[in-house]
């Protein structure tokens, strides 16, 4: 099993497959800020910053490979890149899983949405023997996270989702819990380090 592992890594990190995952983190990040137009243009200017949170995660991903790709760790953009991967990576399976429970339909569309953001989630993982961010990272990146959930859901500029915004307080709650687990995920990224070769 552990060769079998090796063997998975060795594609995972071989600069060929790194760039197949620059274009298609790249490609996601622009049609991610292009999927937010529409509430970018409802939104107060100084809130833009916090909108399009799942594009914003993947164009810190997008960074830190670009970081890899010329031998460099944007160590920052990797803390940033972990924890808000995976906080709207899983946050966005969940929300689109409560309209269709809400709904009883959610499209391709709606699947489309699920596979690519665990996908996104998945990723953020996946290249965490990469990560080469202290503690001092994961605390800015934490304040970044937990701050982006007060403008979410303090001055109410969270993802609108016209069918769950009557359980907003209950998504705001969940969200914010979601920002722990992945904080506590980069800062066990970062103890494990020390005592792992690749995995």
Not at 122 to 131: F, G, K
Not at 161 to 181: E, N, Q, V
């Amino acid at each position: 099993m552990g060769l079998f592992i090796q063997k998975i890594w060795l594609v995972l990190s071989h600069k060929s497959f790194l760039w197949i995952l620059l274009f298609i983190n790249l490609s996601g990040t622009v049609f991610g800020y292009d999927w937010y137009m529409w509430q970018l243009k409802i939104t107060e200017p100084k809130f833009w910053i916090f909108v399009p949170d799942s594009p914003t995660a993947s164009l810190f991903f997008t960074l830190a490979i670009i970081g890899w790709l010329i031998g460099r760790n944007f160590k920052l953009i990797e803390a940033l890149a972990l924890i808000t991967l995976v906080k709207y990576g899983l946050w966005a399976v969940v929300m689109n899983l409560l309209t269709l429970v809400e709904t009883g339909s959610i499209g391709w569309i709606g699947w489309m949405l699920i596979g690519s953001h665990f996908a996104m989630a998945l990723q953020a993982v996946l290249y965490s023997p990469l990560y080469r961010f202290s503690f001092v990272h994961i605390a800015i990146a934490a304040v970044w996270t937990l701050h982006n959930d007060v403008i979410d859901y303090v001055y109410g500029q969270m993802p609108i989702y016209y069918d769950l915004m009557k359980h907003m307080d209950h998504i705001g709650y969940f969200t914010f819990w979601l920002s722990i687990a992945c904080i506590t995920l980069a800062y066990w990224v970062l103890k494990k380090r020390s005592n792992t070769v690749i995995w």
